[in-house]
């Protein structure tokens, strides 16, 4: 990571005024009246490397810690406890896999209004020990000493390997597709 200059400009996420979430959804023929689960992604870092502001080089590191996952959803505390165990333990494997890590490649500014942007990141995504190429598309803030984005993104989970989820005796099995929604604040350390 490039030390701060005049043109060179660092943020770091502040993961407790920012808010990371993947949705599961139910699949197969009781989907309708079937539960989906929103997990909350509680510990994770986040930097931002930019060299001559949002025309220049850009970059981003995202670190996640898969134990940290967290079912938002009003539940019971023996399902709640199902879905955590069957998520860590057979789904994550976070034993084996203890971080998730998204480092982009390319980051692509387009100015849609004063200190406003529609960013295009592009990087690999390190998942369950698979490395898959990644990009989503943000909406970004800019700040005086801060920078705020949100946006959300899919991915399967197959393309990393990971063995689709199913609880209750097997009688809800999860979708394959995960949809990821972020909003981040990020600032000036």
């Known amino acids: 990571m490039p030390q701060t200059t005049s043109a060179n400009v660092r943020y770091v996420v502040d993961t407790r005024a920012s808010q990371f979430t993947v949705q599961a959804f139910a699949g197969g023929l009781i989907s309708a009246v079937a539960h989906s689960p929103k997990i909350a992604i509680r510990d994770w870092t986040g930097e931002i490397a ?7 080089d850009i ?3 995202v670190h996640v810690n898969p134990a940290s996952f967290e079912v938002l959803d009003e539940l019971r505390e023996t399902e709640r406890r ?20 998204y480092e982009s490649s390319q980051v692509l500014a387009k100015k849609e209004s ?3 942007y529609r960013v295009t ?3 690999t995504l390190t998942l369950h020990g698979v490395s898959n190429p990644h990009e989503f598309i943000a909406k970004v803030s800019m700040g005086v000493d801060s920078a705020r984005a949100h946006g959300d993104f899919t991915l399967r989970q197959t393309d990393y390997d990971i063995r689709i989820a199913s609880v209750a005796g097997g009688t ?10 972020f909003y981040v604040v ?4």
Request: net charge negative; charged share 30%; proline share 6%.
């Open 172 to 181: 809800l099995k999860l979708q394959d597709e995960l949809k990821f929604s």
């Open 59 to 61: 970059s981003l590191n």
């Open 50 to 56: 930019m060299v001559s502001g949002m025309n220049g």
């Open 114 to 116: 004063e200190d406003q």
């Open 186 to 189: 990020a600032r000036k350390p």
């Open 121 to 123: 990141v592009r990087g």
């Open 82 to 101: 199902e879905i955590h165990q069957v998520m860590q333990n057979e789904v994550l494997e976070t034993p084996r896999y203890p971080e998730i890590v």
